[in-house]
């Protein structure tokens, strides 16, 4: 049984930061990619920004240069700084990670239960 637990989620004014984190916990053999999505109200969820077991990462276009995905493989445990928040921003994020259980190459995807942004102009 897997589990991710997001936090930090909130309210703050435009031009404000935020910082989100994702804790992985179960029985973890190791963890592959993991990211973070964001979903609006009547809008599909969206990548915002991943990032590789090599510490790769990628990010959406509209938060280039704003935010900041970083993991911690010590803590099973991914991050994203979000600096310069604009209204649009406001939305639900969710944390994903891509999870081996075992000793083998198979894994699986799990979603956390998703944290609050709200943006205020």
């Known amino acids: 049984q897997v589990h991710l637990v997001e936090s930090g989620g909130g309210l703050v004014q435009a031009g404000g930061s935020l910082r989100l984190s994702c804790a992985a916990s179960?029985?973890?053999?190791?963890?592959?990619?993991m990211g973070w999505y964001c979903q609006a109200p009547g809008s599909q969820r969206d990548l915002v920004a991943a990032?590789?077991?090599?510490?790769?990462?990628n990010y959406a276009d509209s938060v280039k240069g704003r935010f900041t995905i970083s993991r911690d493989n010590a803590k099973n445990t991914v991050y994203l700084q979000m600096n310069s928040l604009k209204p649009e921003d406001t939305a639900v994020y969710y944390c994903?990670?891509?999870?081996?259980?075992?000793?083998?190459?198979?894994?699986?995807?799990?979603w956390g239960q998703g944290t609050q942004v709200t943006v205020s102009s």
């Open positions: 990032i590789t077991s090599g510490s790769s990462t």
């Open positions: 994903n990670a891509d999870i081996r259980l075992g000793l083998g190459p198979v894994s699986a995807n799990y």
């Open positions: 179960g029985t973890i053999s190791a963890i592959n990619a």
